[in-house]
């Protein structure tokens, strides 16, 4: 169904540091984690009062076009790699898959990001919640896609807001194909030629980092942003007052984290340094508050490269993003130890 460039996981990939074989409340990710595999005819809907699927998006072909610095192709591993020693802070009704990983091999951006769209509509078919391991950034319009085609199963016009960290809008026109600084300005055009809402708030926006036309398009867009020194200056509770007010107009949230968002401090393995980035624990608040709405959809963090990373520090923040995710989500779902 998904051809060569979707592969299952190889489960040896989880391994870690065994406390307990027997007692859970000892067990760490890499001892919870099954494999699943998305080609398998006999999958049913996921069952349980919580099932989450990691899937890694192994390309940054999108970084390449922008002209950026690649290496976000193999964040997945590297993430993974962190995620393996977590413990587990959640009951066992709380599952974690698997899916794999999508590749982009001897194909083209715009194959991958197709590929990563038809793979998120199956998790969500399968009533699984779907955490993107990127890859470069443009795993946001594969990502927005999948969602959006899923939700077409139950309304006809799906009302989609998309919650974005990011130094940059990633707006730009794309007059020869995708990049990862263009996807949202392809998913507005995508919006309007199907008639459908478009609800764009990006979060942790640097003047320094994006052209006064890229303000413009914004704003004729009708784009929400808050500025990266607003998040870190201004009262928490500004902040998510106005991010109250945007959540409250959708009908679903999708939530995607480009780590240049972040302070260089804690991310330096990224394709765009921020020396004057957002603190983690800022942006961790803001991610907590939203995920209690009960209307995020989806997930995924994306511009973790390895080859800059220092002592994977950026693996090792895009993990415990994660982690805090799936923690929220059990929290909500009254699976939390």
Request: negative net charge.
């Amino acid at each position: 169904m998904f051809g060569t460039n979707y592969k299952p996981i190889d489960s040896t990939v989880w391994k870690g540091r065994i406390d307990s074989h027997t007692n859970f409340d000892a067990f760490r990710w890499h001892q919870w984690i099954k494999p699943i595999d998305l080609r398998s005819d006999d999958l049913t809907s996921f069952k349980g009062k919580l099932g989450i699927a990691l899937v890694g998006f192994c390309c940054d072909e999108g970084v390449n076009r922008n002209k950026g610095r690649t290496g976000a192709v193999n964040g997945p591993k590297s993430i993974r790699k962190e995620l393996a020693n977590l413990p587990c802070s959640f009951t066992e009704e709380v599952e974690i898959f698997d899916a794999g990983n999508i590749f982009n091999e001897n194909s083209t951006l715009e194959e991958s990001q197709k590929l990563l769209g038809d793979v998120v509509e199956k998790i969500l078919s399968l009533n699984l919640f779907p955490i993107i391991l990127g890859g470069g950034h443009e795993i946001a319009f594969g990502h927005y896609n999948g969602i959006l085609n899923y939700l077409k199963g139950e309304v006809s016009k799906p009302n989609i807001g998309i919650i974005n960290f990011d130094a940059h809008f990633d707006l730009r026109p794309y007059p020869n194909g995708g990049t990862s600084g263009t996807m949202f300005r392809q998913i507005a055009d995508m919006c309007k030629e199907q008639e459908l809402n478009y609800s764009y708030l990006c979060m942790g926006i640097q003047k320094h980092s994006n052209t006064v036309e890229l303000f413009k398009t914004a704003d004729r867009l009708g784009v929400n942003y808050i500025l990266a020194k607003d998040i870190i200056y201004s009262d928490i509770w500004s902040v998510l007052e106005r991010v109250h007010d945007f959540i409250n107009h959708q009908d679903n949230i999708y939530i995607t984290i480009c780590s240049d968002v972040f302070s260089s401090a804690f991310a330096p393995g990224v394709s765009s340094l921020q020396p004057l980035g957002l603190d983690p624990e800022q942006a961790l608040k803001i991610i907590k508050y939203i995920l209690k709405s009960k209307k995020v959809i989806s997930f995924d963090i994306a511009e973790v490269s390895p080859r800059f990373d220092k002592d994977n520090t950026t693996a090792n923040l895009a993990a415990i993003i994660i982690y805090s995710v799936v923690n929220t989500l059990a929290q909500i779902h009254d699976l939390s130890l």
